[in-house]
């Protein structure tokens, strides 16, 4: 368990329509990043941030978007889904993104668009 | 441009045998390396990661992994693999000087299959 936790683990959805992933990063972590894994384009980074504020931009559709709470959890949001968004998103955290510093993985959310 | 090649789409060994899974990077510095365990239906796990020092890298499950900078590589090894190592493995790096996100650029992954 790397104490990162994502929910919901899956998703099942219909093209057009927007659903949300959240993330929850370790415990003292201040960073997160988002990743997709999907079977053609292989593991993507998409988005990072820290402590609130965005820091870099991956291969990210503008159709997606992303936050960072106070609390430090993070929740993805993809829009106007196509079938080709069904993936394996997953979550990362670590404490100093200056260094580079491990990134800690959660178990994803599996996203499948019908 | 910089890239993450891991040649081996899957290797297929038998318990007990030894495994060793490759990684080639192209960048003009040395990067941060990683090797990360994808098990079926699950997230990822750090086994090993290199910054600097000691080119031999020592893992958790018994993997190890050597950073050569004369071949850009840094090859993933364990000497008798179990039929718990059936996986996928990635090997990743974070391009440093590039840029200051240190976001992680994967290769494409090698599935490892264990036969009895």
């Known amino acids: 368990d790397s104490g990162v936790t994502q929910t919901p683990k899956h998703l099942i959805t219909a093209t057009g329509q927007r659903v949300t992933l959240r993330c929850s990063p370790r415990?003292?972590?201040?960073?997160v990043y988002w990743y997709q894994q999907s079977l053609d384009q292989g593991l993507q980074f998409l988005i990072q941030?820290?402590?609130?504020?965005?820091?870099a931009k991956g291969n990210i559709l503008e159709r997606f978007s992303a936050q960072q709470f106070p609390d430090l959890h993070s929740e993805l949001n993809l829009s106007s889904l196509e079938l080709g968004d069904s993936a394996l998103y997953f979550c990362?955290?670590?404490?100093?993104?200056?260094?580079?510093?491990?990134?800690?993985f959660g178990p994803g959310t599996r996203l499948l668009v019908l | 441009a910089q890239s993450v090649t891991q040649p081996d789409i899957h290797i297929t060994v038998s318990e007990g045998a030894s495994l060793e899974l490759r990684c080639n990077y192209s960048?003009?510095?040395?990067?941060?390396l990683f090797w990360y365990v994808q098990s079926p239906g699950q997230g990822l796990q750090l086994l090993l990661k290199y910054f600097s020092g000691d080119t031999l890298v020592q893992g958790i499950k018994g993997f190890e992994a050597e950073f050569k900078r004369s071949q850009s590589s840094f090859n993933l090894r364990k000497p008798s693999v179990h039929w718990s190592d059936a996986a996928e493995y990635f090997c990743a790096v974070v391009f440093i000087y590039l840029s200051n996100d240190y976001k992680l650029s994967f290769g494409a992954g090698t599935t490892v299959t264990v036969r009895a």
């Open positions: 960048y003009g510095a040395t990067p941060y």
């Open positions: 415990s003292g972590d201040l960073s």
């Open positions: 990362a955290s670590s404490v100093n993104p200056n260094t580079g510093e491990t990134q800690y």
């Open positions: 941030y820290y402590n609130g504020e965005e820091r």
